[in-house]
């Protein structure tokens, strides 16, 4: 049987809404740079749905993969090629019922704030997420013994 459970969001002027239907895969609190950039707040709290239960209506803009609403600038999802990232702040009901089970870069989390009790902790992403674009180290500069010809 599957969960029907529908959750609506929206942005602050209503000109984007969404819905998701059933329990999210994961939740989870991010303190990385991007997330404190984009959001303009300490950290982000976030959900993850498949995509396949993921509708929205409304124009969005978007800065790399994330959305926002070009009217009131509110964050709303960031769609990937399998799942969409809802940041709970959006979710038209609060409090959700909705608790995070991990934090990510949390070497940037602010010092008022502590690990979140029960919470699996990362000092970056998540290991199967692959490597934030912030984490990726330039490719190293081949060593110049390796151009120099040897005869
Ligand atoms: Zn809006
Ligand atoms: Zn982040």
Redesign the pocket.
């Known amino acids: 049987m599957s969960d029907t459970t529908r959750r609506t969001g929206s942005c602050l002027c209503g000109g984007v809404h969404f819905v998701v239907t059933g329990q999210p895969t994961r939740v989870g609190l991010?303190?990385?740079?991007?997330?404190?950039k984009a959001s303009g707040s300490a950290?982000?709290a976030f959900a993850i749905w498949p995509r396949d239960v993921f509708k929205t209506s409304g124009e969005v803009a978007s800065y790399g993969t994330r959305s926002f609403c070009p009217t009131c600038g509110s964050r709303v999802a960031w769609v990937g090629d399998t799942e969409v990232e809802v940041m709970l702040g959006s979710l038209d009901v609060a409090p959700t019922d909705l608790e995070p089970q991990y934090e990510?870069?949390i070497s940037r989390r602010e010092n008022w704030l502590h690990a979140l009790p029960g919470t699996e902790q990362f000092d970056h992403?998540r290991p199967d997420d692959g490597p934030?674009p912030e984490d990726v180290a330039p490719p190293a500069p081949r060593p110049l013994s390796d151009a120099v010809m040897h005869d």
């Open positions: 991010c303190h990385c740079k991007d997330c404190r950290y982000s990510l870069w992403d934030a």
